[in-house]
């Protein structure tokens, strides 16, 4: 069973960094894609960052220049560094990965529980 585990999340001012990391555990026989996305209340889940096995990165708009998405493939974990924050980055963020976990198995998306990111005025 595959289990994605997030941190790093909290309170910060606005201009403010955060760092969050995801990291998988369990069978994973590969993986793909990795990457994070956010939701507030009311509202659908977002993109903010991808980032493939090979290193090439995708970014929402809204956070390209402030954001920085990084993976380290021997520990199966994402990274998130976040720099001048806003106050309208407030979300829960969530961890996503795309894996295989045997050698068998189909690509299937996993998340992680989300984390609170609340950025103050």
């Known amino acids: 069973q595959v289990q994605l585990v997030e941190s790093g999340g909290g309170l910060v001012q606005a201009g403010g960094s955060l760092r969050l990391s995801c990291a998988a555990s369990?069978?994973?026989?590969?993986?793909?894609?990795m990457g994070w996305y956010r939701q507030v209340p009311g509202k659908q889940r977002e993109l903010v960052a991808t980032?493939?096995?090979?290193?090439?990165?995708n970014y929402a708009d809204s956070v390209k220049g402030r954001f920085t998405i990084s993976r380290d493939n021997a520990k199966s974990t994402v990274y998130l560094q976040m720099n001048s924050l806003k106050p309208e980055d407030t979300a829960v963020y969530y961890c996503?990965?795309?894996?295989?976990?045997?050698?068998?198995?189909?690509?299937?998306?996993?998340w992680g529980q989300g984390t609170q990111v609340t950025v103050s005025s």
């Open positions: 996503n990965a795309r894996l295989r976990p045997n050698w068998y198995s189909e690509w299937v998306d996993y």
């Open positions: 369990g069978s994973i026989f590969s993986s793909n894609a």
């Open positions: 980032v493939t096995s090979g290193g090439i990165t």
